[in-house]
Structure formats: structure tokens, C-alpha cells
């Protein structure tokens, strides 16, 4: 677990919970690691801490997108292609923002960057991942 200073930007609710073990817990790491983000950020740290960061948020972006993908086409998610999509569109805007950063542009990660995400998982979990595990509980 990630610890942080500073007041966590993004706070873990009951009402996250899909009801999935392995997807809530890939949700709270993704969490923690943007609330080390937003540490980051108010703290002024270096460009190479935010983006060892931001590294870290996107494997672990990769690697929970991977899981739910997996996950909907083992029971044939009916809905696979429009969630794949708003998976793809948030990777896009994280590797430019990695860009951006490997160009030494620490402007380009602000708190707005980190609200934005925090807005995103809880949006597309309450929505996309949840109505996801709701399929697949009916199964």
C-alpha cells in the first residue's frame, strides 16, 4: 500500500464494490496509486518521481483493463466493444501524458490530471464494471 501525505484525492467507497474479489482489489491499488499521484503533484516532487508514478498507473491500468477484457470475453460480454473502448481511450490519454512527461514537461501532470482520473474510475466502475460483474453474476 502506497502511503500518503497529503489529503487522498481519490477515497474508496462501499458503493465501488462490484461484488467481484479480484476487480475491486485491482480498483483500490489503482486508487492508492493515484492518491501518490496527487501527492506528488501538491508536493512539487521531481519529474522522475512523477513519472515513475504515472508508469505505475499505467501498468497497473494495463493490467486490470486486461483482466476485466479476459474476464467479458470468457462469457461473451455482450457489451465487450464499447467497454474495450473507454479502456483504449484512457490508456491513449496516459501515454500522452507519459510523453509528455519523458519530454521533461512537468507541467503536463497537474491536480486537474489527478481529479480527472479519480472522476473516470469512479464513473466507469459505478457504470461500465459494475453493470460487467452484473452480467456475469447472471450468467
Excluded at 2 to 21: F, R, V
Amino acid at each position: 500500500m502506497l502511503s500518503t501525505l497529503t489529503k487522498p484525492i481519490a477515497c474508496w467507497q462501499q458503493e465501488y464494490n462490484t461484488g467481484n474479489s479480484q476487480v475491486d482489489g485491482q480498483h483500490q491499488q489503482l486508487f492508492e496509486i493515484v492518491n501518490a499521484l496527487h501527492e506528488a503533484v501538491v508536493t512539487k516532487k521531481n519529474i522522475y518521481t512523477m513519472q515513475e508514478l504515472l508508469e505505475c498507473l499505467a501498468n497497473h491500468t494495463i493490467e486490470h483493463f486486461q483482466t476485466e477484457e479476459a474476464l467479458m470475453m470468457a462469457v461473451d460480454y455482450p457489451e465487450y466493444d464499447i467497454h474495450k473502448r473507454t479502456h483504449d481511450c484512457l490508456l491513449s490519454k496516459v501515454d500522452r501524458l507519459l510523453l509528455k512527461l519523458r519530454d521533461h514537461n512537468t507541467a503536463a501532470v497537474t491536480t486537474e490530471i489527478t481529479q480527472f482520473l479519480t472522476e473516470w474510475l469512479a464513473h466507469h466502475i459505478k457504470g461500465e464494471d459494475k453493470k460487467m460483474v452484473q452480467f456475469f453474476q447472471n450468467q
